[in-house]
């Protein structure tokens, strides 16, 4: 990965709680496990570790990401049994995990047709995949990003063919449901941001992960211009409150299915 590019463990923590309580709706929704290792896919700087490895004392924890910054991170917290520098798109399991759990990571990869039944073939009979992944791309917050991107930098962004990549929850549940034992949900969490003085609270908040892409391809000074738009459109969508605060509504998809415990 080049240097610059990486991702900010520091910038993503900036939410750190908002950010966990999705992970922790969707691991309260895991049901008993085989026997076998727990899998935390995209693990980033193992925000979920300790709650993964407090829920299942015992077992191997493996941390996997794309992201040498993030992966030090994760090791740091001490939750990890390891933690594998690997590409989740091209991951196989060495053994077939009891649980594959996946928070706020699988929207940066395509092609899900393929890629959840691959992930939830390779866990252990009676085994669980659990993902949650933002569906937030025709929101404000993220719309702006394409729209200002593309009409400033030209060179550089075009959305023309541009797909989101996280389906509706009831493609998902078509797609899963011959599979096993499936449980799809969606829910928008109003989180309420607090300003930090330096910029529109939305942006601090995406700054951690949906506008990275976009900002790693500009110069500083095109950043300033992008920020400045960004923050201008985002004041009007997301008014500040008597307070100051904002009130920013985020959506997401979560997806638990156990496998048969005996295969069909
Ligand atoms: C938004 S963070 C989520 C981190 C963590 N799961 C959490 O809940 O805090 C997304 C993580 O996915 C990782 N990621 C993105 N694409 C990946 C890929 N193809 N393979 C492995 N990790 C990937 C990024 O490096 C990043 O650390």
Redesign the pocket.
Known sequence: MAAGK??SPET?ARFWGL??R??LDLLAQVQDLPEGDVV?????????GPALAALFPGRKLIG????PA??AEAAATGAYRRCLS??????EPATPPALIF????????GDHDTLLPRLAGSVAPGGTLAV?MPRQFNAPSHRFLREFAADMFPDRFDFVDWHPPVRAPVDYHRLLAPLGQLNVWETDYIHRLEPDGVGHPVRRFTE??AMRPFLNLLSPSETEAFAARYDEALAAAYPAEDDGSVLFPFRRVFIVLQMPAHPF
């Not at 935390?40 to 979920?48: E, F, H, Q, W, Y």
């Not at 996997?64 to 992201?67: L, Y």
């Open positions: 990486d991702w993503y950010r966990l999705p992970a935390d896919l995209g693990c980033g700087n193992g925000a979920v996997i990401d794309q992201s993030m992966l690997e590409d989740a798109a091209m991951w996946s928070n706020a990571a699988l929207q940066w990869l949650q951690g992960a």
